[in-house]
């Protein structure tokens, strides 16, 4: 958890001293676990996010190549989690995480403010929340529904923690077709992690 705050931080500062291009969100931080049911995010709202604004977040892989969440032109049966902002809304600089406390159930914490909710999509095809251990990808962005096979809004954010497949697990850089920037030039991806071997990246 030290870690988490002290990327966090750092990650935070980083945000705010460039142009994000009105990007509502940045994902700042993972931790995710050998057990796989407790695993757990962090993102930094950069614009003034109003109550009941819905923010998608899915593990699905997404094509540079169909502008989609897809695998080899399938989707991938990976979580979409419904993000819906609190009552007091998201203030720039609101630091929020959520950390799954039992399979696919989240508490939510956040720095100041009404923290909002978040549900796993239950939607057929969408599967568990459960990051890799050795590392993966997360997207936050903008849809209509949980469907993530029938177009999307704008991505905002994708953290890239590692492929989760040997020889390169935690670390690098996100492989090119998973890229959104093509599609989605605005999107800011956090990428480029030392491989540590570790279940916690950032």
């Not at 568990?128 to 050795?134: D, G, I, R, V």
């Not at 997207?139 to 492929?163: K, L, P, Q, R």
């Not at 998973?178 to 990428?191: K, L, R, T, Y």
Request: hydrophobic share 35%.
């Amino acid at each position: 958890m030290k870690k988490l705050l002290l990327l966090c931080v750092a990650l935070s500062a980083m945000v705010f001293t460039s142009n994000l291009n009105a990007q509502k969100v940045v994902i700042v931080g993972m931790n995710h676990v050998s057990s796989g049911t407790t695993d757990g995010f962090t993102f930094v709202a950069t614009e003034n996010i109003p109550s009941g604004e819905v923010i998608y977040f899915t593990e699905n892989e997404y094509s540079d190549a169909a502008n989609t969440f897809t695998f080899n032109g399938f989707p991938s049966g990976e979580a979409v989690i419904r993000y819906t902002v609190g009552a007091s809304g998201l203030a720039p600089g609101t630091v929020v995480f959520m950390n799954e406390t039992s399979s696919n159930t989240f508490t939510i914490t956040c720095s100041s403010g009404d923290c909002g909710t978040a549900v796993v999509s239950t939607l057929s095809g969408n599967g568990s929340f459960n990051l890799a251990t050795n590392g993966d990808h997360l997207y936050a962005y903008s849809d209509t529904d949980e469907d993530v096979t029938n177009g999307i809004g704008t991505i905002y954010s994708v953290m890239f923690t590692g492929s989760g497949e040997v020889p390169v697990q935690n670390g690098g850089n996100l492989p090119a077709d998973q890229n959104p920037i093509n599609d989605h030039p605005n999107a800011v991806v956090v990428q480029g992690f030392p491989d540590d071997g570790d279940d916690f990246v950032g």
